[in-house]
């Protein structure tokens, strides 16, 4: 551990406990001529070590105090005895790959690799979480392998210990893998909470399972998500914070999606801060009779507690000394004398830790003497602040700048610089810097430039979308300046032109956009950057500076600040913001808001209450940051000046009075409750002090009335005195209903219901009304016909099927419905598409035979809910023209042929019974001939007699005259009238040519998909009889009581 002072005595305190010299430690090594020493770490244990030291360096003026170091000491990470793992799981599932690296408070290195020093691949699917397991959210049968390594490195120790190999065997799927809709894998469950330190680094992670890999996508609930501040890595996987601030707090929400559905999980970020200086106390040289101030001011979450020590005592454990005083963290010391040299510890301390720091006194008498350079130059843009140093050495501190000071734009600092603020052109020329009482001098020069301008910002543009888009940004610099540097923005981001895109083509002040697109809507700004100044076409102001506080009043104090640039757009107001110290978690609330062209307000504060303000500039591009706060103002305890607001009864109960009201603060501060009956109780008032709202008084009777009151009172003193109220105590059921109800009949539909008044008391509330309540328990019915029973309508269907045997057909099913109440006549069916709803229209459809030359006719009307129409009287092998007219407009036209004449075969004879029995008889006869033939050919030998029983026996078997059967014929065909044809006029279309035919042709006409809306409409049902068996027109199946019980919608 390093402490270096040079001619010091050092001395160690380890663990606030007593000091101890480490050159008497044989296990330590101590540098010559400091107090720093090291341990080098052998086999022994080292444990004894552990702990927090503070370094104390000492001399003849003073105790220099280190800040705190710590030694943490840990035993080696070593590699356990594990068993090995080997994980068996089905292809599709998701699956984690432990790595279980060794405790270390030094975060380690994890890699996974193969046998072979292979890392294994990662992607949106397999990805390494923070805890250092291995994730996957859905395994192929590609992950099985036996050599799964979690390599886990130690930086600091130079350590790298070796896992065991993992066996994964992934068992591919006997069915189809079933997608999966995500899950979380880490961190569980729907929300986590982390409180980080500002200024460390954060990484967020949502690791899900699922089928297929589902997309990660990070949002701020309570803001807007920070591109400048946030990145996203491991495929969106994690969300990193670098350098997080205070700003960061609030809740992120990672959302998980994939096809089958999605999962979010919340994190609640709460940043908090380790002790940092705002304000430092400087070192500095005193005169005997100076008054030395030491202003020492930290920050932090929670606030940190400022202490003060005096050459490493604390100043509560010094006896007090009347010329030292400490208030609101500045030390002052008042006519100093050469035994106050001394050095003086200011150190900030909260949950997180710690800060110290020094800061050295040193009154003496010296003589006057300018450590700075004679002749230097300086540079400034106008409107700037500048500083010319005069670095001075003596006591007491000589006054160098003179009267320049009174210039009300220049003051000399504490290290004697003349500050020169808003600097203008007139402010060019020699300065001369002068020891007072003596002739030593220097001098330096100032230069003040023109401010860079932008004469013309670039516009606002409105392209369409693949044009091209030119931005241009028209300055003004000063000649005696280099050439300077064009900065485009977006939205706040850089842009750049890059050589592998030609997305953005930057020519000096000009941004070409040669393809717009949807992604490039955004807020563009240009910047004009020169080596002393920077131009902005817009953008929000800089914050305020120099706040200070005067006029200090009991209740009120007034602020006044110096305006920060406005970036070419003026300041519309300034927001004023106050903080109350005395709250752990500190939150700043706006107290007032003063136009852009003030630049001081009087703040009304109340009393007993510790402030600290800061100022923030709008304009129209949005707020500035926040200025530096002031500090700590704080108002004296006083009587309370108004009473609670809100004063009223929330009583529920019964028979309870329940007071409330908002509340107040201050020192001791109570609340007087008063309370009376309004009628009976006389003046007479009972009180009650309480801490807090609310007040019961029980037993007080139901829905009384009751004068309320309540008075604000402290340690100072009652508030004014209050105005009362009515409220009324908690209500009850009513105990009795109206009585003596009677009807009046005024007419066939009206009747006046009446009743007694009730008593008040058995009310027990609030009266809001009466509820009436009747019901029907007779009624008759006129002109009814007492042959006819009168049935209910019928229920709905028992059951309905859908069947799509096509991608233009559907058919329904359905039953009967088990209560007709009656006899069924019939269904309705009724069905819709899409947005075309309630749309129907009455079309005709029009046909004119032979174009060009016939007559048109118009069919009747057809409803546009079918689906087809049928034009039946056509002449067969005739060309027509057909169109369909909707409001004498035509929406489809074309031109058609039937098709030619068809002969009617007739009925055939061979299903006939008689002809397939002759049929038989014949079959049968030649069975018995060729049995004959057969026997005759068996039999050997020739004689006479043979011979003539075989001229009997041919002359037996002889054949049958074919004429016996008969002949079958049908020359009757019968005749099927033609329908009447559309087309009377037409010279073509004659009854001769109707009558040529044996049957007329009948030509379907389908109407287009797109003529025909799908609305709902009720189908006529064709007799059965009558039907053809088409496609078009299929035969009626068996029905219920004659009706159908299916339909098929043609599209």
Not at 294 to 311: E, F, M, Q, R, Y
Not at 386 to 396: I, K, L, Q, R, Y
Not at 671 to 693: C, I, Q
Not at 1015 to 1039: C, F, H, K, M, Y
Request: proline share 7%.
């Amino acid at each position: 551990i390093d402490c270096f002072q040079k001619k010091s005595k050092i001395l160690w305190t380890p663990n606030y406990g007593v000091a101890f010299d480490p050159s008497k430690d044989p296990e330590l090594s101590v540098s010559r001529d400091s107090g720093t020493f090291s341990l080098t770490a052998k086999d022994g244990p080292i444990h004894q070590y552990q702990g927090r030291y503070n370094c104390y360096a000492s001399n003849d003026l003073g105790t220099a105090v280190s800040n705190e170091a710590r030694i943490v000491t840990e035993n080696t990470p070593t590699l356990q005895k594990e068993k090995k793992v080997s994980k068996k799981v089905e292809e599709g599932e998701s699956v984690v790959l432990p790595c279980n690296p060794p405790n270390s408070t030094v975060a380690p290195v994890i890699h996974w690799m193969d046998k072979k020093l292979r890392h294994i691949q990662q992607n949106d699917r397999v990805i390494q979480g923070r805890d250092g397991n291995l994730y996957f959210s859905h395994v192929t049968e590609a992950d099985s392998r036996d050599d799964y390594t979690c390599n886990t490195q130690f930086p600091s120790a130079r350590i790298i210990v070796l896992k065991e190999p993992i066996k994964l065997t992934v068992v591919p799927s006997n069915s189809v893998v079933r997608n999966r809709r995500p899950q979380m894998m880490r961190p569980t469950g729907s929300h986590s909470s982390y409180l980080v330190l500002s200024g460390q680094n954060l990484e967020l992670e949502c690791i899900v399972q699922g089928l297929p890999s589902p997309k990660i996508q990070w949002i701020r609930k309570d803001g807007v998500l920070s591109e400048s501040r946030t990145s996203k890595d491991s495929y969106d996987r994690v969300l990193r914070f670098k350098n997080i601030s205070e700003s960061d707090s609030g809740e992120y929400q990672c959302t998980a999606t994939n096809l089958q559905g999605m999962i979010t999980h919340t994190y609640s970020i709460t940043v908090e801060a380790a002790p940092y200086w705002i304000k430092k106390p400087k070192s500095q040289l005193y005169a005997p009779g100076d008054t030395v101030k030491l202003d020492c001011k930290a920050d932090g979450i929670p606030s940190p507690d400022v202490t003060w020590s005096i050459n490493g005592n604390l100043l509560t454990d010094i006896d007090p000394d009347p010329k030292r005083s400490l208030k609101h963290g500045v030390l002052t010391l008042k006519n100093v004398e050469l035994s106050d040299t001394a050095v003086y510890q200011c150190k900030a301390v909260n949950k997180h830790g710690s800060i110290l720091i020094n800061a050295y006194v040193y009154v003496i008498e010296l003589p006057p003497q300018i450590l700075t350079e004679d002749g230097l130059m300086y540079s400034v843009a106008e409107g700037q602040t500048t500083e010319m140093a005069c670095e001075t050495f003596g006591s007491p501190q000589p006054n160098t700048w003179g009267a320049l000071v009174a210039n009300p734009r220049m003051s000399q600092l504490p290290d004697g610089s003349l500050q020169i603020s808003n600097a203008s052109l007139n402010d060019s020329g020699q300065y001369t810097c002068t020891v007072s009482n003596s002739k030593i001098t220097i001098t330096a020069e100032l230069d003040v430039l023109n401010k860079t301008v932008i004469v013309k910002p670039p516009l606002a543009l409105r392209i369409q979308r693949g044009k091209p888009a030119t931005l241009t940004c028209e300055y003004q610099v000063d000649s005696r300046q280099y050439t300077p540097q064009v900065q485009w923005r977006k939205n706040g981001q850089k842009l750049t032109e890059s050589s592998d895109s030609d997305k953005y083509m930057i020519d000096e002040s000009t941004l070409i956009i040669p393809e717009v697109k949807e992604e490039d809507e955004g807020i563009y700004t240009c910047e004009v950057i020169t080596t002393l100044d920077m131009a902005e076409a817009s953008d929000r102001p800089d914050s305020p500076t120099q706040i200070q506080m005067t006029e200090p009043k009991d209740r009120s104090v007034t602020l006044s600040w110096t305006p920060g640039d406005h970036h070419n757009s003026p300041v519309l107001e300034y927001l004023i913001e106050f903080e109350e110290t005395e709250y752990e978690r500190k939150e700043w609330e706006e107290l007032s808001r003063v136009p852009g062209t003030n630049q001081r307000a009087t703040l009304s504060l109340k009393p007993f209450l510790s402030y600290r303000f800061r100022v923030i500039a709008i304009n129209d591009i949005g707020k500035s940051d926040p200025s530096m706060y002031t500090d700590v103002f704080s108002t004296p305890a006083a009587p309370p000046d108004s009473n609670p607001e809100g004063v009223r009864s929330d009583s529920i109960d019964p028979g309870n009075l329940v007071i409330t009201w908002k509340v107040f603060n201050g020192p001791g501060f109570r609340y007087k409750v008063m309370w009376r009956k309004v009628l009976g109780s006389g003046p007479s008032w009972y009180t009650e002090f309480m801490t807090s709202p609310p007040f019961t008084v029980t037993d007080v009777g139901n829905f009384s009335a009751f004068d309320i009151k309540v008075q604000a009172v402290n340690e100072m003193g009652e508030g004014p005195e209050p105005k009362s109220t009515i409220g009324y105590s908690g209500e009850d059921y009513p105990i009795e209903a109206p009585m003596d109800v009677g009807v009046a009949l005024i007419n066939s539909t009206t009747v006046v219901v009446k009743w007694a008044p009730i008593n008040r008391e058995t009310v027990r509330g609030r009266l809001q009304g009466y509820k009436v309540i009747y019901c029907t328990v007779l009624s008759s019915m006129r002109d009814l016909n007492p042959v006819i029973h009168f049935f209910p309508v019928p229920g709905p269907p028992s059951s309905l099927l859908l069947d799509s045997p096509s991608e233009t057909e559907m058919t329904l099913h359905w039953t009967p419905p088990t209560q007709p109440n009656g006899v069924l006549k019939g269904y309705t069916l009724k069905y819709q598409q899409g947005a075309l709803t309630n749309m129907c229209f009455d079309l005709y459809c029009i046909v004119c035979i032979c174009p060009g030359k016939g007559t048109w006719k118009r069919s009747e009307r057809v409803n546009s809910s079918q689906s087809f129409y049928t034009l039946q009287g056509l002449q067969s092998g005739s060309e027509y023209r057909l169109k369909i007219d909707l409001k004498n407009k035509t929406l489809w036209e074309d031109e058609i042929q039937t098709a030619g004449a068809i002969m009617e075969i007739s009925q055939g004879f061979v299903t006939e019974s008689w002809f397939i029995g002759l049929i038989s008889a014949l079959v049968l006869l030649l069975l018995v001939l060729l049995i004959l033939c057969f026997i005759k050919r068996s039999k050997g030998g020739k004689y006479s007699v043979k011979e003539k029983e075989e001229g009997q026996i041919d002359s037996e078997v002889r054949p049958m005259n074919n004429e016996a059967f008969g002949e079958y014929s049908d020359n009757e065909e019968k005749q099927t009238a033609s329908q009447p044809s559309l087309c009377e006029d037409s010279k073509l279309c004659t009854d001769d040519t109707l009558d040529d035919y044996a049957n007329s042709m009948q030509t379907e006409v389908i109407m287009d998909e797109s003529l025909a809306s799908q609305s709902s409409g009720v189908r006529d049902v064709p007799d059965p009889g009558t039907q053809e068996s088409s496609p078009l027109n299929p035969a009626t199946a068996i029905s219920h009581n004659g009706l159908p019980n299916s339909v098929a919608f043609l599209d």
